[in-house]
């Protein structure tokens, strides 16, 4: 079996593992449901159906779009992941590291400790826009702080060490606002910074949709290219790549993805670095099976670390950054000790 084959394979049982995963994530949790109470629920959306009951309602609005939109955030973070270790050409490289994360979640803590205070209309979209407009704001500060003042063109070490400051400024914020936030703007202030999906709804499963197929697509478009990268700027600039043109795309990508995905669930740590350096030991660093294979493990494990967080305290749940973060930092940790990558 070649290379390619067995990548194929991977992909299909990473697919499967997923569906599996989904399952699992829609049956169990504060309320456990059977086959045939699902079926049931399935049936009353269509005509002819009866009307649904309570627990039906609950799993058509409540646990289905959870499910789904926990689905799509996991695959939207692994392919982050994946763009941001091919670009940065380092295996210990999250989404987040280009201020993204930590922008949006300064975004939404401005959103709890002011938005009282200045009146502002609160709905379902405040809270996103909120947050993208800070993962936005961030990112582009990143941008502008690592340009160089003679070519304007912006270095990868000089990104990476910008986005670690500017991931610092942003938190030391984040916890400002929480000191001088009252007690319930603060605790929803933590809460969401642990990642939640306690707010997933079909309109923010709609949006993280779109997001999450078109930024694959495109990733997909420019696998080669960040192959080529992988053997170093000059030589893929040889190899006929425009180095600054793809940087600039692979990192939008990223900041569409991780914003909108980060905006309707919080911040979700170490999902974009664990999964493709997994699939990286597994079958190898091209990037074309990378992107797939970590939108469907990214996906699968979101979705697992999301059921444990449900039924770990049931009926109450546990923030999932927590469950992630319990898994992310022993990985973490391991590849550090190995000392074999250098920033």
Known sequence: MTQRDGQRVLLIVLAAVALVALAASIRFGAIDFSVGDIWAAIRSVFPGGQEATLDQRIFLELRLPRAILCMLVGAS???????????????????????????????????????????????????????????????????????????????????????????????????FLSYIARDAQARSITFWSLGTFAGASWSAVKVVAVSTVAGTLIAMRFAKQLNALMIGEEEATYLGVNVNRL???????????????????????????????????????????????????????????????????RPAELPIGIVTSAVGVPVFLYLLRRRQYVF
């Not at 407009?133 to 941008?143: E, K, L, P, Q, R």
């Not at 990508?253 to 350096?277: D, E, K, R, W």
């Not at 992107?291 to 449900?310: V, Y």
């Open 77 to 175: 973070l692994g392919v982050g992941g994946a763009l941001m270790q091919g670009l940065f050409r380092n295996p210990i490289v999250e989404p987040g590291l280009v201020g993204t994360s930590s922008g949006a979640a300064f975004g939404s803590a401005i959103f709890f400790a002011a938005g009282a205070v200045l009146n502002i209309t609160t709905s379902a979209w405040s809270l996103p826009i909120a947050a993208c407009i800070g993962g936005v704001a961030s990112t582009y500060i990143v941008f502008l702080l690592a340009r160089s003042r003679v070519d304007g063109r912006a270095s990868i070490v000089m990104m990476l060490l910008t986005g670690l400051a500017v991931n610092a400024l942003f938190m030391s914020g984040i916890g």
């Open 247 to 313: 940087k600039w795309i692979v990192l939008s990508v990223n900041v569409v993805i991780v914003a909108v995905a980060t905006a309707f669930t919080g911040v979700i740590s170490f999902v974009g670095l664990i999964v493709p350096h997994i699939l990286r030991m597994m079958r190898g660093a091209d990037n074309r099976f990378l992107i797939i294979g970590s939108a469907f493990l990214g996906a699968a494990l979101l979705s697992l670390a999301d059921l444990i967080a449900r039924l770990v305290l």
